[in-house]
């Protein structure tokens, strides 16, 4: 490792910790954080006694352009418990190294979270995934081209090679169907696979992704899942079926049908969040 290498590392982890000194005077700890997606944002609404710090304000922080992304972080009780909400996302495609992608993660977990839940709009490839409709993460398959653990490793953060094999908590993924029957909503089951963007993918790719295996497409989250996997959180990702993937209705695609598909399902997917955070946030996950 050269001299530059280590001091860009120790650099970087110097501004989460910045960052985290700067927020843990102003939030309550919580031991659960919720990232949302484009057009997902009700769940701040939900907060008691809200507390919101733009993401312009925290030290260090990257920001958020992309519409339906509010830019913001929200803390507050919710059933009685603390709770963290990241209103919105950094993507590989605004110009964001992937280190600068997964700070709000590495943020995280340095102001104490244990438990991440991760969502998102996402293009359907299996047809049986109507939009509208969600779909919990199984797993992901990278197809970004690079991963935010290229460059020095922070031990203290997890190891060299972290084991992928097991990135979404199994106990964690039981709790969210539980809740999604108990509430009588639909909730797939499926593999995520992550592009860098900002073009929608080709019919082509499509093809391809099906061929692999992806019931779901979209331009984050993986990133993230890497990250958290790295440093030991305990993870959930559930995704919004915002529309058919390219080349399967053969209908054009837009970012505002992604924001359109976020509010119809908002109600719903409101709903099983609110559900599963009341089930975990303050508990022991095995």
Not at 78 to 100: A, K
Not at 115 to 133: C, M, Q, R, V, Y
């Amino acid at each position: 490792m050269t001299t530059e290498s280590r001091e860009e590392a120790a650099g970087y982890k110097r501004r989460v910790e910045e960052a985290a000194a700067y927020l843990s005077a102003r939030l309550p700890k919580a031991d659960t954080a919720v990232v949302l997606g484009s057009g997902l944002g009700a769940l701040a609404e939900m907060l008691e006694s809200p507390i919101a710090i733009p993401f312009a304000d925290i030290p260090h922080f990257p920001q958020a352009t992309v519409k339906g992304h509010s830019g913001t972080l929200y803390a507050g009780n919710l059933h009685g418990r603390p709770l963290l909400i990241m209103g919105g996302r950094l993507h590989f495609y605004e110009g964001h190294s992937l280190s600068r992608v997964v700070f709000p993660v590495r943020l995280l977990a340095a102001l104490g979270i244990e438990k991440l839940i991760l969502t998102n709009a996402a293009g359907g490839i299996n047809t049986a995934f109507a939009p509208g409709s969600l779909m919990l993460i199984r797993d992901h398959i990278n197809l970004m081209g690079s991963n935010p653990l290229i460059g020095p490793n922070q031990e203290e953060w997890g190891p060299r090679f972290p084991d992928m094999c097991r990135v979404y908590h199994e106990s964690l993924a039981e709790i969210a169907l539980q809740e999604a029957k108990r509430l009588d909503i639909a909730l797939h089951e499926g593999v995520y696979i992550a592009f860098t963007g900002p073009s929608f993918e080709t019919p082509a790719e499509i093809r391809l992704a099906r061929l692999l295996g992806a019931d779901a497409v979209g331009m984050s989250t993986v990133p993230e899942a890497i990250a958290a996997r790295h440093i030991g959180l305990k993870l959930l990702a559930i995704s919004c079926i915002s529309n058919a993937a390219a080349g399967i209705s053969g209908a054009e695609l837009n970012h505002q049908e992604v924001l359109d598909a976020g509010k119809r399902a908002g109600q719903q997917f409101t709903a099983l969040l609110n559900a599963v955070i009341k089930r975990v946030n303050g508990v022991k996950m095995p």
